[in-house]
């Protein structure tokens, strides 16, 4: 099977692998609450198994996304609606379930300071439903990730604006080689090369930040030993990736992919330990 593009996280390791697709910009009605984050002309997604699954945009598919406040409020709870229609604008009935869920729903804030990675309850009749909160004001961008039964992967894409108190939006810079401490781990994230447009290998090494041991009892989160996800700078790029050897336990996670083009790129690496899942943000530049 041919590889495609995705996903990785600190001494600079990264895997994904998927596709280059146009991004579904339609139906975004936040109750005209929407500003446009500066996108990327295309939006490429897709997700890799280790085994380079490629998958495509279904423009047969429309998404409409409605919250109940019209005017949402930083650090409240919202709840959040997702319906999935077909090209006659009717409800998909049923969705394939994509590790340990039938959706995938992504948010990011505009500077990519912000990571959420949760997952809407289906209520039947093509609709999502979930209840979240915007912890500042601002812009955010919402992917729902998910694969309806017997067709291909789609990832739907919508703006938020948040009102409230909005922070200092800092420059996104790429992080040394040196590892990343988080939850009392000790990450390291490194490549094999590190270029736009070629397959390359991501690995996340997990030790013990105060043994510096290797962490080798790492379990299962949604099925597999990690998941990564990467955006671009200006969230026109997402790339979802799982590992390569989905029942590895540490203290490494392989993931391979292919960045679709050169610049700077956040990376989330999702893992679990002694029943609790740690996230690990990475910044790289990809040359």
């Known amino acids: 099977m041919k590889k495609s593009i995705f996903t990785g996280v600190v001494a600079l390791t990264l895997v994904l692998s998927g596709c280059g697709a146009k991004m579904d910009h339609s139906n975004m009605n936040h109750e005209g609450n929407n500003t446009a984050i500066p996108q990327a002309g295309e939006m490429s997604h897709g997700e890799n198994h280790g085994g380079g699954d490629t998958t ?12 109940t406040a019209e005017k949402p409020q930083s650090n409240q709870n919202d709840d959040l609606t997702i319906q999935v229609q077909d090209k006659d604008g009717k409800p998909v009935q049923d969705f394939e379930i994509q590790h340990e869920k039938l959706m995938h729903l992504i948010i990011v804030s505009k500077d990519l300071s912000y990571f959420e990675h949760i997952h809407p309850e289906y209520k039947g009749n093509g609709l999502f439903t979930i209840t979240t909160k915007f912890p500042n004001g601002g812009d955010y961008k919402l992917y729902a990730d998910f694969v309806p039964k017997g067709g291909e992967k789609s990832v739907k894409e919508h703006v938020v604006t948040v009102e409230g108190a909005a922070p200092h939006v800092a420059a996104l810079n790429p992080d040394t080689d040196k590892p990343k401490a988080i ?60 590992p390569m050897d989905e029942k590895a336990t540490g203290p490494d996670a392989k993931f391979m992919t292919t960045f679709p083009k050169s610049g700077t790129y956040k990376i989330w690496g999702q893992f679990q330990h002694e029943g609790k899942v740690f996230t690990v943000p990475f910044t790289v530049k990809v040359p």
């Open 183 to 242: 939850e009392n781990k000790e990450v390291t994230l490194s490549f094999d090369k590190l270029k736009a447009g070629e397959e390359l290998t991501i690995n996340f090494n997990i030790k013990n930040e105060t043994t510096k041991q290797p962490i080798s009892n790492l379990q299962p989160y949604l099925g597999a030993v990690g998941h990564v996800v990467i955006i671009s700078e200006d969230t026109g790029l997402y790339l979802h990736v799982h």
């Open 56 to 67: 495509a945009k279904d423009d047969n598919l429309k998404v409409t996304w409605k919250l």
